[in-house]
């Protein structure tokens, strides 16, 4: 009788390496950052200056989307941008629930046709617009609603809405608070997409994401 037959690692195919070596990486990526939270919540609590303890929590909450986005693409075999937008939408209620503002999730698209990069990156950009909303463009004890919504416009094109019904945005070169509409956009730009600002008092932000290789926006 003939030895049973055991598949190696290096009989598997290119393919199933390549997905099981992507997934083994997301998972490290989470556990890193999930550190990298653990350590700034630690010396947030050290320090005296209550500036330094705003920009550690802010700091904080952003690698706590990126870890978040990382751990919904190791877990889910379908993952995409559907999944990553849920993730933040979760983290985001605990922010907007206290001062009665409501966040709604729309999604017409899950971007499957997005990398793993390109899904964290607008994860993180998703909480920035939103998070900026929660903080500045709501009036103390009015209720609000931000709305965040993601359809295809085409089989060419993934579009993501952040919308509120707050105050109109600042005009451009007026403070407007968190990261900053420079590096928003060019961390949009990183995706290979297109970051369209509210126009004069109003407070749509539209995300254009190029699907697979197209890059025409």
Known sequence: MSAPRHSSPASRSPLAADDLLLRETNHRCSNDLQLVVSLLALQSQRVKSAEAREALTDAMERVSVLARSRAALHQ???????????????ALHSQAEPRSILVSLELEADGQTLSPSQVTTLALVVNELATNAIKHAFEAGKAGHISIKAYERDE????????????????????????????????????????????????????????GRNTSL
């Open 76 to 90: 889910q075999v379908q993952h995409g941008l559907g999944a990553a937008l849920r993730q933040v939408c979760d």
């Open 156 to 211: 060419r094109m993934t579009v993501i809405i952040v919308d509120d019904d707050g105050l109109p945005f600042p005009e451009p070169g007026k403070k407007s608070g968190g990261l900053g509409l420079g590096l928003v956009k060019r961390l949009v730009e990183s995706t290979g997409g297109l970051l369209i600002l509210p126009p004069p008092g109003g407070k749509e932000f539209e995300i254009r994401i190029p699907n």
